[in-house]
């Protein structure tokens, strides 16, 4: 068997983006799968207990993170963010069925502007070597529980969802509009 053979697809967990103040910009990961433990000595903290983090890697104007989660893979590497973060400060947060990313911005301005513009590029994810698509996570609602955070009222989704891969089934037609 060549290694070839083993090798997982990262998936693309969906996420949104959302700006908190002047210098501080949160990323929701959607990782369905993800389950969380209390740390220890820090029970406020908590760690994964199905999965591990393989890579977080925050640099001036990028970031990459990878997890393994039960037999998956997420991966979602940004190469250029709106502005420059402070990496030191950067950090992130398990929960059930996700993380938060917080991002520090070096400058206080507002990258929401620069991120839904469709003339500018947003968020620039890169693309895998081979040039196929890469699955994304299923989409579906969001559920903020067992967290602090406010759920996100300016929130912008950034990873469109791939479209499912055509089957023998179809779906059935959409209702017609009511009538009055």
């Known amino acids: 068997m060549h290694t070839s053979d083993n090798i997982t697809i990262p998936i693309v967990p969906s996420f949104v983006v959302q700006e908190e103040g002047a210098r501080k910009v949160l990323v929701y990961l959607n990782i369905p799968e993800l389950k969380v433990k209390r740390a220890f000595p820090n029970i406020f903290k908590f760690l994964p207990s199905n999965g591990q983090e393989k ?20 991966s979602i590497s940004i190469a250029r963010l709106p502005g420059e973060i402070q990496p030191e ?6 929960q059930r069925g996700g993380c938060w990313i917080t991002l520090y911005k070096l400058e206080s301005m507002s990258w929401m502007n620069r991120i839904c513009d469709d003339l500018v590029p947003g968020l620039d994810t890169q693309e895998s070597y081979n040039q196929t698509p890469q699955a994304s996570a299923p989409a579906e609602e969001v559920q903020l529980k067992d967290t602090d955070m406010p759920p996100p009222f300016n929130s912008v989704p950034l990873a469109p969802p791939v479209p499912p ?16």
Do not use: E, G
């Open 55 to 74: 890579v977080l890697d925050f640099q001036n104007q990028s970031f990459t993170f990878t997890m393994n989660v039960q037999t998956k893979l997420y």
């Open 89 to 94: 400060r950067c950090s992130i947060m398990y």
């Open 165 to 180: 891969r055509s089957s023998s089934s179809k779906k059935a037609p959409a209702p017609p509009p009511p009538t009055h």
